[in-house]
């Protein structure tokens, strides 16, 4: 199915939540690989993802007619996301090892080359990238990896992250002047941002 | 605009940086025309967000599958027609297994030239259980049919006003909408099996070897390469078996003969050959056998819902193998 005909997946979301099975079945197979990719980010087992992804689409339809969803795709993203924060606090908790237990979420890289640079020293590079990478926060990943990635307006991620728009706002504008002050350390020399 | 990056805010920009939508990027280089202060900010910090790289992870091949075969039979709804009185009369709980491996279709088309009816154009549909995985359809009358691994069902998309029919290859566990005016029948190698509104499943992954187990309610069993045979009628708790083209009745193992479809894999004193087609259809694998001469000669055991290795290890324990998986390939050496 074309991920992108609004109109058809709004029908199939309406279907679906009316009880129609077919329509549960394509908007379970639509998702799945959505939220799977998006729970996995969270570096956690990746079989809980699955597992949290079945229990929220039972819930769903258990309580459909009582459920007034507006937006699905927020919803399940913001269902998986309580289900996993969850998760790992209590995995860290019981690891009573936070330090052991410190995973990069939502990990980003830059390709030097999708960069437009090319250098002889590919690693150091590819390091200093990383390091710009990681001066942001895992909520900035978070969030571009929702908006930039996943094609949900700033108003979805919020409402997904829990935070105000204003905040979401901020927090893009942030992350872009952050890698901008960081990244010009890098490619001083290379000529690639005229402007920073 | 108090900011000089407000256009981060604008949900075109969004667009921008995750497609290549035409009608978007006219749009941004209008709008850099007209700012031309900001042209190449927007034009960097599009490029920024585009050469971000998060880690992709893809569902391996059956999960998408097997997790909604979870839920969706968790979430079944009960079918309403049947009252709880009803369901004792009327209810069959039937396990066919049956050998089919013949051309379905085929079979199907010579039927229609023989009767030679004007009947209007029927269309049927095929639905396969790739290796690996199951699949559960819906038909038009309220039926659920589960197919276990590897298996496939022919059926009109929509039924006749006086019967039911489909063909079946592989295994398959039905539960009939109750029709008295339309008896639902499952056609596989040699036998036919009616029943009015029932639970069955039928399985039809090996030739010559024809099982259907009945749980509650009534079938009939036909061998159709027997005409002057009478039908066999079964009753709860029993199963009958086709061997050397006999009908036999026998009594009902249900952790054997249904619990597939209950996420059970079994094999009942099963030698390494049949064994490996369980595993291999199940799990979706090609398995390799070397040294078979060291494996015992059969194994009995029940997994549910466990990991390929670890059956493989406990199998290969009783059998004496060692074993080794290499994605989808699976070799098995005789120790």
Redesign the interface.
């Known amino acids: 199915m074309d991920i992108n005909s609004t109109g058809n997946i709004d029908l199939l979301v309406k279907n679906f939540l009316n009880g129609d099975?077919?329509a549960?079945?394509k908007v379970?197979?639509l998702y799945?690989?959505l939220l799977?990719?998006y729970?996995?980010?969270f570096r956690l087992d990746?079989s809980i993802v699955?597992d949290f992804?079945?229990d929220i689409?039972?819930d769903i339809?258990?309580s459909r007619e009582r459920l007034n969803i507006k937006q699905l795709k927020p919803y399940l993203f913001k269902c998986l996301r309580n289900k996993l924060t969850k998760q790992l606090a209590k995995e860290v908790k019981e690891k009573d090892k936070a330090e052991k237990y410190w995973r990069e979420e939502?990990?980003?890289?830059?390709?030097p080359a999708?960069?437009?640079i090319d250098t002889e020293n590919k690693t150091e590079l590819e390091k200093k990238l990383a390091a710009c990478?990681e001066e942001l926060s895992p909520r900035q990943r978070e969030l571009?990896?929702l908006?930039?990635?996943n094609?949900m307006?700033?108003i979805e991620a919020a409402d997904v992250l829990n935070i105000k728009i204003k905040t979401a706002?901020n927090q893009?504008?942030n992350s872009?002047s952050t890698?901008?002050k960081s990244?010009l350390f890098v490619y001083l020399g290379f000529g690639?941002?005229?402007?920073l | 605009m108090n900011?000089k990056?407000d256009f981060?805010?604008n949900?075109l920009f969004?667009?921008w940086?995750?497609s290549n939508d035409e009608e978007v990027n006219n749009y941004w280089q209008q709008w850099m025309k007209d700012n031309p202060d900001l042209a190449?900010?927007a034009k960097?910090?599009r490029?920024?967000?585009?050469?971000?790289?998060?880690?992709?992870?893809?569902?391996k091949e059956n999960?998408?599958?097997s997790?909604?075969d979870?839920?969706?039979s968790?979430?079944k709804?009960k079918r309403r027609f049947i009252n709880f009185n009803s369901i004792v009369k009327i209810a069959a709980v039937l396990a066919v297994a049956v050998v089919a491996y013949f051309p379905i279709k085929e079979q199907l088309t010579k039927k229609e030239q023989e009767v030679k009816k004007p009947e209007q154009k029927i269309v049927y549909v095929e639905k396969q259980a790739k290796k690996g995985s199951k699949l559960t359809l819906?038909l038009g009358d309220g039926s659920i049919i589960k197919l276990n691994a590897g298996s496939s069902i022919t059926y009109p998309s929509s039924f006749a006003a006086d019967r039911r029919e489909v063909e079946l290859k592989g295994e398959a566990y039905f539960e009939i909408a109750h029709d008295e005016n339309r008896p639902f029948t499952v056609k596989s190698d040699k036998l036919l099996t009616t029943v009015l509104g029932t639970k069955f499943s039928v399985n039809a992954y090996k030739e010559g070897n024809t099982k259907i187990a009945l749980v509650s309610g009534k079938v009939k069993v036909e061998n159709t390469t027997k005409t002057d045979e009478e039908p066999v009628y079964l009753e709860p708790g029993l199963k009958v078996v086709l061997r050397n083209n006999q009908l036999e009745k026998e009594k009902l193992d249900s952790a054997y003969d249904l619990g597939w479809k209950d996420g059970m894999i079994t094999f009942k004193d099963e030698d390494i050959d049949e064994i490996k087609e369980k595993l291999e259809n199940w799990y979706g694998v090609d398995i390799q056998i070397n040294n078979k001469g060291k494996i015992a000669r059969s194994f009995k055991g029940i997994y549910r819902n466990e990991l390929l290795t670890n059956v493989l290890a406990s199998i290969g324990y009783a059998m004496n193998f060692e074993y080794e998986i290499n994605g989808n390939n699976v070799l098995i050496v005789g120790k």
């Open positions: 099975r077919k549960f079945e379970y197979k799945h690989p799977y990719n729970g996995c980010q990746a699955d992804i079945q689409f039972i339809w258990n939502f990990e980003i890289s830059y390709d999708s960069l437009g990478i571009i990896f908006i930039f990635y094609d307006s700033y706002y893009i504008h872009i890698l901008r990244l690639l941002f005229q402007h | 900011s990056e981060l805010n949900d969004r667009k940086v995750n190449n900010s960097e910090n490029e920024l967000f585009r050469a971000m790289r998060f880690e992709e992870f893809k569902p999960l998408v599958n997790s909604w979870k839920v969706d968790l979430t709804p819906n």
